[in-house]
């Protein structure tokens, strides 16, 4: 683990979570005076020249979007920090908590003063109990210390639903109604919470914000790779000997991740495909092994970082009958709102299980084929736009998997 670079986890294992005299006594709270006596588009400038872009999935400028909520004319503005981590192979937003929540309040206090907001809310997976009582107990000893001003941070759990993972989906659930995804535009900034202007980052997008204030934006971005620099906290699962997480700069390839951190295929096996960025990403092949775990290079691939999730599967694993099980879940988890989504979700799950049961014909994967790009810029959000995903890369990466099952 030579080459891991802990920025958001700098504190793991280093620290009492509980005790916010421990983050204080190793610097924290620091960077939020230090951005107090900056003026507040100083502050969003410093995070845009960073170019620290969003870790929950969007690869958004972070201080872009800051930015257009200072801009917009309001009394009221909130800060919401996207802790409803629903992705399966995901809990690196869990570890950044667990282990040093005044960091995550610290960087939403920031973003509080840079767009002039006092109100802040945590929405926290509901399957996080756990987290969420412990959130709870950071804010009452951050309110103790005094240390948020006039800032209030409230947290919400959410309630089960994949789908609020999606940031308007989210602020629909805090208002209490069902967790739909919002026609865009307007967005979030200009139009959030309440029809607010609203930030909505992600835990690891905010932990990032107060290293960034206190050592500066040509240093931060100055690490990994420039089109987006930094780190990215990363999650190992499936056929690999260390299932595990670690923080690495994001120059890092893929197969580093796979074979230099992961420690390889256990058993003897070889490798056959890795998914990376939770149940919506691509299946990659080997011949893209050497690629940077990078938004943009993963994207020149056809892949998508997302939220870090890596998924590896080795020789043994039958594909098709993985991707079925995939397509079963994006069924399940679809809001309904939009028929692309609602009607699409069922239809490749259906065309899945069909060619998984050794019913199919090659005709059945045209469709498929088809179902999925019409999905791909059809659907309201970014659940249905992204499912078609795992389908898409298997049939064009592992066509062999899905010949050998048709009729």
Same mark, same amino acid.
């Given at each position: 683990m030579a080459e891991e670079m802990r920025i958001v986890l700098r504190n793991y294992g280093k620290i009492d979570p509980l005790k916010i005299d421990d983050y204080i006594a190793a610097g924290g709270y620091n960077s939020l005076n230090k951005a107090r006596g900056m003026d507040r588009m100083a502050v969003i400038d410093e995070v845009k020249k960073s170019?620290?872009?969003? %870790? $929950?999935?969007?690869?958004f400028?972070?201080?872009q979007k800051w930015a257009f909520a200072y801009q917009a004319a309001s009394d009221i503005k909130y800060v919401?920090?996207?802790?409803?981590?629903g992705e399966p192979g995901t809990y690196k937003d869990r570890m950044i908590m667990e282990s040093d929540p005044q960091t995550l309040l610290?960087?939403?206090?920031?973003?509080?003063?840079?767009?002039?907001?006092?109100?802040?809310?945590?929405?926290? %997976? $509901?399957?996080y109990p756990e987290v969420a009582d412990l959130l709870k107990k950071a804010?009452?000893?951050?309110?103790?210390k005094g240390v948020l001003g006039d800032f209030d941070v409230e947290v919400r759990s959410g309630a089960g639903a994949y789908v609020c993972g999606e940031e308007t989906a989210l602020i629909e659930s805090i208002e209490g109604n069902r967790g739909e995804p919002r026609i865009k535009p307007p967005f979030p900034p200009v139009e959030g919470l309440w029809q607010k202007p609203s930030i909505v980052n992600n835990v690891e997008t905010f932990a990032n914000i107060p290293v960034i204030l206190e050592k500066g934006a040509a240093w931060y971005a100055s690490i990994g790779d420039p089109s987006y620099p930094g780190t990215k906290v990363l999650t190992l699962t499936g056929d690999i000997s260390n299932k595990t997480f670690f923080e690495v700069p994001t120059s890092t390839t893929i197969k580093d991740v796979i074979f230099q951190f992961g420690g390889g295929i256990p058993?003897?096996?070889?490798?056959?495909?890795?998914?990376?960025?939770?149940?919506?990403?691509?299946f990659i092949p080997e011949t893209d092994l050497d690629t940077p775990i990078a938004f943009d290079a993963m994207?020149?691939?056809?892949?998508?970082?997302g939220s870090g999730a890596v998924f590896v599967l080795d020789e043994t694993r039958d594909l098709v009958d993985v991707t079925c099980r995939i397509a079963k879940f994006f069924e399940h988890e679809s809001c309904g709102k939009c028929a692309p989504c609602r009607e699409g979700t069922s239809r490749m799950h259906e065309l899945m299980d069909k060619i998984n049961a050794g019913k199919g014909s090659a005709i059945d994967i045209t469709v498929l084929e088809r179902l999925g790009r019409v999905m791909s810029y059809s659907c309201l959000c970014g659940l249905g736009q992204a499912a078609p995903a795992p389908v898409l890369t298997t049939i064009k990466q592992f066509r062999a998997d899905y010949n050998a099952k048709l009729m």
């Open positions: 170019n620290l872009r969003g %870790r $929950g999935g969007a690869g400028n972070c201080g919401i920090c996207n802790a409803d981590e610290e960087g939403m206090a920031i973003c509080a003063y840079a767009i002039g907001s006092n109100k802040g809310y945590i929405y926290c %997976r $509901g399957e804010i009452d000893q951050a309110k103790s058993g003897g096996k070889r490798f056959k495909a890795v998914q990376i960025g939770g149940t919506s990403g691509a994207s020149k691939i056809g892949a998508v970082l």
